[in-house]
């Protein structure tokens, strides 16, 4: 009986030790990782506003003030008012852009300038 305790406390403790080993090596890692899923909103938002001449920033119907972590998604928009898919960084005041629609006024503009053309 003695020994089936005792190989049976081995086993559990093999076993949690294996399961330890799986963990992260460093221990900060995924602490940080989850506290990073935290500040940024996991579902996306729709935000309308105009886009800086770089797009690096964006500037909201609020007037709030973006910084575009991933500017390349806004490119060929600089300047235009545009309604956004984004996730927000509040924290950061950052925003990243998952899908750009022009503005309503714009597309109007730019059908009218392409007629004139013709």
């Known amino acids: 009986m003695k020994k089936l305790m005792l190989i049976s406390f081995a ?5 949690s ?11 900060g890692e995924m602490k940080q ?9 996991t579902k996306a938002v729709s935000l309308s506003g105009k886009v800086s001449a770089d797009a690096k920033t ?8 973006w910084t575009v972590s991933n500017p ?9 008012e545009v309604t956004l898919k984004a996730h927000e960084d ?5 925003i990243h852009v998952l899908s750009v629609k022009m503005g309503k006024g714009e ?12």
């Open 17 to 27: 030790l294996l399961a330890l080993a799986q963990e992260n090596t460093k221990p």
């Open 72 to 80: 390349e998604a806004l490119k060929g928009h600089e300047g235009h």
């Open 58 to 65: 964006f500037v909201d119907k609020d007037n709030k003030s």
């Open 11 to 15: 086993l559990v403790l093999v076993m």
């Open 33 to 41: 990782e989850s506290m990073k899923a935290e500040k940024t909103s």
């Open 90 to 94: 509040a924290t950061k005041n950052e």
């Open 107 to 118: 597309m109007k503009e730019s059908t009218k300038k392409d007629e004139m053309k013709k």
